[in-house]
């Protein structure tokens, strides 16, 4: 990728961060878990109280992919960490950079910031990605395991005394 350009992502690329999203969904097989909706990102993406942030990856003007990320926090270290919630690039503009150059893109954003580290989760059969992730120097975290409360157990737990 010799022309590839990192940029904020604006309200305009909805539409396209939407693709993206739906994109990096139906690869993972998961697009029936996709909800989310164009007026939806706006919101939270774009709107006055939103915590995550988006980057778009062009190509000589080209969209080739997308990265969302928000800001953590340690408490071990006492620092904010950057963790990244999606990065995609399109399969016919991968193996040239793009994933590497939005990645160092983030990491720069995150030691401008102070962070003490910049984390995120691969699905654990995407052999490329977690080939690409080490040889960056990215090591798993195998000693945590995570879990999530959605939906109406979220719900549930909310509304309990």
């Given amino acids: 990728m010799t ?21 990096l969904a139906i690869y993972e097989k998961a697009e029936h878990e996709v909800v989310a ?26 969209p080739v992919g997308f990265a969302v990320y928000f800001f953590n926090y340690s408490t071990w270290l006492g620092r904010n960490g950057l963790f990244l919630e999606d990065l995609y690039v399109s399969p016919e503009h991968r193996g ?31 052999e490329p990605a977690i080939r690409f992730y080490e040889a960056l120097g990215a090591r798993p975290q195998n000693e945590w395991v995570g ?14 005394a």
């Avoid at 590839?4 to 994109?23: G, H, K, N, Y």
């Avoid at 040239?96 to 910049?118: D, F, N, Q, S």
């Fill in 3 to 23: 022309n590839l350009l990192i940029r904020p992502a604006t309200a305009d690329d909805v539409p396209l961060i939407l693709r993206f999203i739906t994109d």
């Fill in 37 to 62: 909706t164009e007026d939806d990102l706006r919101r939270t993406l774009f709107g006055g109280d939103s915590t995550a942030h988006a980057l778009i990856g062009l190509d000589g003007g080209i």
């Fill in 96 to 126: 040239r950079g793009a994933g590497k150059t939005m990645l160092r893109h983030l990491a720069r954003i995150a030691v401008e910031r102070g962070c003490g580290r910049l984390e995120w989760n691969v699905i654990d059969w995407n």
């Fill in 147 to 160: 879990y999530r409360l959605a939906g109406s157990a979220l719900q549930e737990l909310a509304g309990g």
